[in-house]
């Protein structure tokens, strides 16, 4: 397992060997004591959970032939560890490649993925929009990356960037990527939501990572906005106060300002 994720990534001896995690807790489970979110205890992954977030962390890139050709080694690996909904997820992002020619396919990820706020895989942008509040999700995610000890390449991303997040998650600490996607369920909803209804081909990935999560999806809008605990922001810019994407969300606690750069790889 470990070997075909560093070949996968590039990451020979970053992938950690998970253990079967804790029967699912509630959505609001955390670290006694404490009222952050992102030290919520949902155990580490499974092998099967692992595996899903690494194939969604690889098949929800910018789209090339690299990523095509990997396709077959991807479904074989979710066949492998029984994740049949996973080789379905797959095979719709399979599809999806084979539509169109190369060019056509990155252009409608670009004009899905990249311009349309309406699919974005920031999870801050969802639940904080373009608020100053924001600015604090963010710094959350750098210093979750920061406190696992590994030196991390944002490639130009922000840090809640859902491949990213999915891709720690997988090969350096399942037990803090899980929390931090836990914390960032709203978002994760709202996406399924949106590519669910648009029909996109990432619509059964983003499914497969919610359901390795505890607690059922909801099916609206409205049962997401009860997960939430918080009041709503503040302050919004450019976004109407009803937007679903400025849904009230469980808010990580502050941290020092010296906490809030990330070391980056050259």
């Known amino acids: 397992m470990a070997g075909f994720f560093s070949k996968l990534m590039g990451k020979a001896g970053s992938a950690t060997e998970p253990t079967p995690g804790a029967s699912a807790p509630s959505f609001d489970t955390v670290v006694p004591g404490s009222t952050d979110p992102f030290d919520a205890d949902l155990g580490q992954a499974t092998e099967g959970q692992q595996v899903i977030y690494q194939v969604a962390s690889v098949l929800m890139l910018y789209p090339d032939t690299e990523i095509q050709a990997l396709i077959p080694e991807l479904r074989q690996l979710a066949q492998e560890v029984g994740e049949t909904p996973l080789v379905e997820a797959i095979d719709d992002v399979a599809h999806w490649y084979e539509s169109a ?10 004009q899905e993925y990249d311009l349309s706020r309406r699919h974005s895989f920031h999870l801050s942008y969802w639940t904080e ?24 390449n944002l490639h130009g991303e922000l ?9 720690f998650t997988a090969l350096v600490d399942s037990r803090a990527g899980r929390a931090s996607l836990q914390a960032y369920r709203p978002s994760l909803e709202l996406l399924r939501l949106a590519l669910r209804d648009d029909n996109l081909a990432f619509h ?32 919004s810019v450019g976004l109407d106060p009803t937007d679903p994407r400025l849904l009230p969300l469980l808010q ?12 980056t790889r050259s």
Do not use: N
């Not at 020619?101 to 670009?110: F, G, K, L």
């Not at 840090?159 to 990213?164: G, S």
């Open 101 to 110: 020619p190369m060019e056509d396919v990155a252009a409608s990820y670009v």
């Open 129 to 152: 929009g373009d608020t100053r509040r924001r600015g604090e999700a963010l710094t959350r995610f750098k210093k979750m990356y920061r406190d696992s000890g590994m030196v991390t």
């Open 204 to 235: 059964k990935l983003v499914e497969c990572i919610c359901d390795s999560l505890p607690g059922e999806s909801p099916q609206t809008a409205q049962e997401i906005q009860k997960l939430a605990r918080a009041t709503p922001p503040a302050e």
């Open 159 to 167: 840090p809640d960037y859902l491949p990213l997040v999915l891709e």
């Open 252 to 263: 990580p606690a502050p941290v020092p300002s010296s906490l809030t750069e990330v070391s």
